[in-house]
């Protein structure tokens, strides 16, 4: 050991404290007489990558991965900017980032027992498409999706697994007091078998070793010096771009330590060769240039239109080792005017379709009567084919409704069937019916004006006997309150107790359990003078642009009879103009959807954000409009 330490004392400054950490391991195991070979865990990793492309796909949910619990050090990257979109979700189905059609604004996602953090770049600003990352490890297995709605997509993703490798250590030799350190060699989970230099500033020279035929002896007055070699630096592959910060790698070549003189390669250990070192290269920005963005939509789905797009002069500072960049905006003068693409195009995605009357107007539909006929009108392309409404221009659409008057109906009595259960649960009772008098579809005209006698509405019926029944016995009506007009009519109500034909007056209470028929109700004996009679209105002659409806207005006596004395001035309106709305209102040409997923953005909710009015102006004022309908038919119904 005095040798040992003495050698130490003579060791340079910067190799102390690894040559202390030698000794203290050999001290541990070598010298122990208990020391018995062990298996330490070396903690190791696998990075497990790939990438999902598919040119074409059915629009929805695709899985692309499957990601294994324990995982850590998660990215998924879209590698270029599209409509589409990265979903996640769990084994057992539950949703995490972008389920159910519902697209998550940008954010951080703690979930499966990490923080997933996702990144949607502008997409004018931006060549690169979405991320998500997560620094793991997962809690349980994870599901990626895409959802398609673009060709072409391309999506690539890695992660790491941690993998439990045993690799057993040696005993090592014994020896005498003094000790070639040269012989021994640190062992660890990153670089096995060699042995940490300190901090090393000489970018050139990084890690030394002795000629593998040099044989290693103990110290010797006479022993003559064996040659040291290293690794030294020999140049650079070429940059990885021209401009904007790129990275080349470093090329190395063995050369004798003391004389730098290159030699051949297996004169230096394979082992401490330098692996996979970078510098940057090309640091200069690169050129400014146009970024175009993607064209909107044609500003009319037939005929001749507009469609624009967004020109942004760019230029690229940093491109990264991932194949992503990182640009700056720059004024319209350093790309150069005289040069700067069109942001205005006129284009035509079909020929305008035509309304086209298929049949004659239909019967009437009543036989009496104000009613109503129509016809089928259907929007045809130019090829001929039958297409949706809104296809057609609906300010041109012919009428399809049309009123028809088929004349007066004669007047009739009118009889409901009669109930299905006698009025007594026991004993003698009735069942009823209703009579009313109809002198067209719609109107109800007071009893008595038909011709002929009024149906019966009571006959009898036999429930069967009695025995001990409580039951609620009813007076006859009183007379009208009115004698003329609406008035009201009384009746009495009596509790009694019926047993095989006795019956016996109790208190009301004993009959609270049954219900009570009504004691009083409306009462009209004659009209109180001549008046003016009207029927309702019929169904609008057009939805929109102006139409017309009707009604029968007539005068007549107490009697039901037709009079001319009524008052001329207060005869209302047989007619009158309604539905004077126009049939499409005007479209703002600036109001469009400016990109082909509007539907998502008006599903997921988000008309609500500024933005998304702007860039989903039609799709969000038609959803506002089909909730301002939903809003006012509720009202209606109150």
Not at 365 to 376: A, K, L, W
Request: proline residues 6%; hydrophobic residues 25%; contains cysteine.
């Amino acid at each position: 050991m005095a040798g040992l330490w003495q050698q130490l004392s003579s060791v340079e400054p910067g190799r102390v404290l690894v040559l202390l950490s030698i000794v203290l391991y050999l001290c541990t195991g070598v010298f122990s007489s208990n020391a018995k070979t062990r298996a330490p865990h070396l903690e190791r990793f696998q990075v497990v990558t790939g990438n999902f492309s598919q040119l074409y796909l059915r629009v929805g949910y695709h899985k692309i991965a499957e990601i294994p619990a324990g995982a850590y050090n998660l990215r998924i990257q879209e590698m270029t900017k599209s409509r589409n979109y990265l979903a996640l979700q769990t084994k057992s189905g539950v949703s995490i980032i972008n389920g159910n059609w519902v697209i998550d604004r940008p954010g951080i996602f703690n979930a499966m027992g990490t923080q997933l953090t996702y990144q949607r770049p502008n997409e004018i600003r931006s060549r690169s498409g979405e991320t998500i990352t997560a620094p793991g490890p997962l809690s349980e297995d994870l599901h990626v999706y895409l959802i398609y709605q673009q060709p072409g997509p391309s999506v690539y993703y890695e992660y790491s697994l941690t993998l439990q490798n045993l690799h057993p250590t040696p005993e090592p030799e014994k020896s005498s007091d003094f000790l070639h350190l040269d012989k021994y060699k640190t062992i660890g989970p990153s670089h096995s078998g060699e042995i940490d230099k300190g901090d090393i500033n000489n970018n050139h020279i990084v890690k030394e070793k002795a000629h593998p035929n040099q044989v290693p002896s103990g110290p010797s007055v006479n022993a003559e010096p064996q040659p040291n070699y290293t690794w030294s630096k020999s140049g650079y592959t070429e940059c990885s771009t021209t401009c904007g910060n790129g990275r080349h790698q470093v090329l190395w070549k063995c050369v004798e330590k003391d004389s730098q003189k290159t030699v051949p390669a297996d004169h230096c250990d394979s082992a401490l060769e330098p692996k996979n070192q970078e510098e940057n290269c090309n640091t200069q920005p690169c050129p400014a240039y146009w970024d175009m963005g993607e064209w909107s939509e044609c500003s009319r789905k037939c005929g001749p239109g507009t469609q624009h797009r967004q020109v942004i002069c760019r230029q690229v500072t940093h491109v990264h080792t991932n194949g992503t960049e990182t640009s700056v905006a720059l004024a319209p003068e350093e790309c150069g005017l005289t040069d700067r693409p069109e942001t205005k195009s006129i284009c035509q995605l079909k020929i305008c379709s035509q309304w086209d009357i298929r049949s004659e107007w239909t019967p009437c539909s009543v036989p009496c009567g104000v009613g109503q006929r129509s016809r089928e009108v259907v929007c045809v392309s130019n090829q001929g084919d039958v297409e949706r409404d809104d296809e057609c221009n609906m300010k041109l659409k012919p009428e399809t409704l049309q009123n028809c008057d088929m004349g007066a109906c004669a007047r009739s009595w009118f009889t409901s069937l009669w109930s299905q259960r006698c009025s007594a649960e026991c004993g003698r009772g009735n069942r009823t019916r209703t009579t009313i008098c109809l002198i067209d579809h719609v109107t109800d005209l007071p009893l008595g004006s038909c011709e002929g006698e009024r149906p019966a509405e009571v006959t009898s019926c036999d429930a069967g006997p009695c025995q001990n029944r409580l039951e609620w016995y009813t007076g006859p009506w009183g007379q009208c309150s009115a004698e003329c007009g609406n008035g009201t009519r009384a009746r009495s109500v009596a509790c009694i107790f019926n047993n095989n034909g006795h019956v016996e007056v109790v208190g009301q209470h004993k009959c609270s359990t049954l219900p009570k028929p009504i004691t009083a109700q409306p009462c009209t004996l004659k009209q109180c003078g001549v008046q003016w009679y009207v029927t309702d209105w019929s169904t609008c002659s057009r939805s929109c642009n102006g139409g017309y409806r009707v009604r029968e207005v007539r005068c007549l006596t107490d009697n039901i009879t037709s009079s001319d004395s009524c008052d001329p001035s207060l005869t209302p309106e047989s007619r009158e103009e309604c539905n004077k709305q126009s049939c499409s209102p005007e479209k703002d040409p600036s109001c469009r959807d400016q990109f082909p997923n509007c539907m998502v953005v008006v599903q997921a909710r988000l008309c609500i954000y500024p933005y998304y009015r702007s860039v989903c102006c039609t799709s969000c004022s038609h959803a506002q409009k089909t909730y301002s309908n939903r809003i006012q038919k509720k009202q209606i119904r109150r």
